[in-house]
């Protein structure tokens, strides 16, 4: 069973599209976060989740919207794709919100906006 | 701006070498430091979480250090294996969030 999962795996879209990325954990972890992986190849934090609320955001554009239905799931929709939107999108959970807490990622999205 | 610095970048050793690499992070307001294994086409993958001054952790060939007082941290691998191929990270937590360094990629050759 995998622990955090993400669809799709791939995306590939045009500018100006407007798309989602999945996330869901079956862990039973209250946090969930989304990271993107930059042109560095640095993993950088969008936005974190506790128990369905917002706790960090970090500066992320507005076209940027996370979405939390419940614990176990975060979704990431995107409007008005641009071509630096292009990354790997990674979701990942932890118990609890703490800096002690461990961090499990999903596969990735490898987004590509043409 | 935070920063968590890793060196080296990128190392190639041989199957039996013993190696070591660096995390660098502000020794102000220390709360834990993580290392992370990702390889390629994978997800990063927890090895360690330390918290103390002095912390050593262990996991198998790998075994990790902590200096808080001076900001680093040391990731050991003993006898590398091809299967260590990977990108090893280190993050500093603050405020619910990890802030990673940008990684140091082992390539270990037969």
């Known amino acids: 069973d995998t622990a955090v999962s993400q669809t799709p795996k791939y995306l590939v879209t045009q ?59 975060l979704n990431l929709h995107i409007n008005s794709l641009e071509l630096g939107d292009s990354a790997v999108y990674f979701c990942a959970s932890s118990l609890r919100l703490g800096r002690t807490d461990t961090q499990y990622f999903g596969p990735g999205t490898r987004l590509t906006v043409l | 701006i935070l920063n968590v610095e890793q060196s ?27 290392w992370y294994r990702w390889e390629t086409a994978k997800s990063p993958e ?31 691998i003993k006898g590398s294996q091809p299967e260590d191929s990977a990108t090893y990270l280190c ?3 603050q405020g619910g969030k990890l802030i990673f360094g940008q990684g140091t990629e082992l390539s270990v050759k037969p």
């Open chain 1, 15 to 73: 500018m100006g599209n407007d798309k989602s990325i999945k996330c869901e954990q079956n862990l039973g972890h209250d946090t969930m976060y989304w990271y993107k992986q930059d042109s560095k190849k640095f993993l950088k934090i969008m936005f974190s989740y506790n128990n369905k609320e917002l706790i960090i955001n970090e500066t992320v554009p507005n076209r940027f919207s996370p979405k939390s239905p419940d614990k176990a799931h």
């Open chain 2, 8 to 34: 080296p970048q990128s190392l190639h050793v041989q199957e039996g070498d013993s190696t070591n690499f660096t995390c660098s992070f502000p020794s102000s307001n220390f709360y834990a430091l993580h």
């Open chain 2, 46 to 76: 927890a090895l360690f979480v330390m918290t103390l001054n002095g912390d050593e952790k262990k996991k198998g060939r790998i075994s990790a250090t902590l200096n808080t007082k001076e900001g680093y941290s040391y990731l050991y």
């Open chain 2, 91 to 93: 993050a500093f937590g």
